[in-house]
């Protein structure tokens, strides 16, 4: 059985561990650092990142996941966890893991389009093609070091991308009902 750790400090915990269910692992919500041990991937969820950020200065968790980060097991940030994965962050910055080596904009699609949704670009990594996307106070990737996969784009922005063991999403894949994301995730961790 694979387990998959979901950083339970705030934001859509809840659909994250359906949508896991769903796809056949147990979730597990993480809240001190013996909570992350055994675990087979993790996931950073969205919500708001600067009161995750809080939240994990709070909880003593920075050291652990930047642990949990180089042990090279399977992670996924979504919208506020693809912010608190970055090397760097404009627009009200936060701390971050430094998992991933780009700049991300927080709230970059201003707010006439709050929020919205859309499929991915042709051209999608295999078995991603026309991926649904939800966006909301979305954050977006100014640059991207050379190394980093995109995997989808919406509008010619990276919006699903991979470095390594670490997946970042700037929408919700947690919210629809087309779960290949997690399915990604949870098959790379097996
Ligand atoms: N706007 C939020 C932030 O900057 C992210 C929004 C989300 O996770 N849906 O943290």
């Known amino acids: 059985m694979t387990t998959v750790g979901i950083l339970a400090i705030q934001g ?16 597990r919500p993480i809240l001190q650092e013996a909570d992350l041990d055994g675990l087979n991937a993790l996931i950073l969820p969205g ?4 009161t995750i950020a809080k939240g994990l200065d709070r909880l003593d968790l920075w050291d652990s996941l930047r642990f949990f980060v ?10 506020a966890g693809a912010i608190l994965l970055a090397r760097e962050v404009e627009n009200h910055p936060v701390a971050t893991l430094d998992a991933i080596d780009g700049v991300v904009v927080r709230n970059a699609y201003g707010t006439q389009v ?6 991915a670009d042709p051209g999608a990594a ?13 954050p977006r990737w100014k640059t991207l070091g050379d190394g980093i996969e995109i995997l989808a784009r919406v509008g010619g922005e990276p919006v699903l991308i991979r470095q390594g063991n670490v997946l970042a999403a700037t929408f919700h894949p947690e919210l629809t009902e087309d779960l290949r994301v997690h399915d990604l995730l949870v098959r790379s961790a097996g």
């Open 12 to 27: 859509d915990v809840d659909a994250h561990a359906r949508a896991l269910e769903r796809v056949g692992a147990t979730p």
């Open 126 to 138: 295999r078995g991603l093609e026309g991926l649904p996307c939800v966006f909301i106070r979305a």
């Open 114 to 119: 709050d929020s919205f949704s859309a499929e």
């Open 47 to 50: 919500g708001e990142s600067t």
């Open 70 to 79: 180089h042990s090279g097991l399977p992670m996924l940030g979504t919208c």
